[in-house]
């Protein structure tokens, strides 16, 4: 008997290279939303959709010019009942570490959602959030 460990994603340009990380975040603030994307495990596509949401933000900031920046995001892997659905993407305003990783998963009736190969990407040049500052 054997034990096969998936290999950690490659460093992304842009962003610190990955954490792995328990589960998925289980942030007390800071959090920005999600996005979902069907399909092979992809978490470029996290990363793209927080420089999208800054690049976004920056252009429609708050009157005093501020915003909410995407500094770290949380790729991970859905599974419906053992069969992988796409990857899922939360972003965040501050990074958050691995021992809040907590969410593993849930039941939503007789469905069985899981968290798997959960990693945290943290913006190399943290985002101020303020477009006078860049």
Known sequence: MG????AAPSKIDSFKSPTELAGAIQAPSGFMGSKYFSGAYNP?????SCIGTNTHSHKHPRSDGTYDPCNFVNSYVLSKNGVPQGTYCSMYTTTWLKKISTNYGQWRGADQYTVSQSYGWTLSATDSGNVNAI
Do not use: T
């Not at 034990?3 to 998936?6: A, D, E, F, G, R």
């Not at 470029?44 to 793209?48: E, N, S």
């Open 3 to 6: 034990y096969n460990k998936l």
């Open 44 to 48: 470029a596509v996290c990363v793209q």
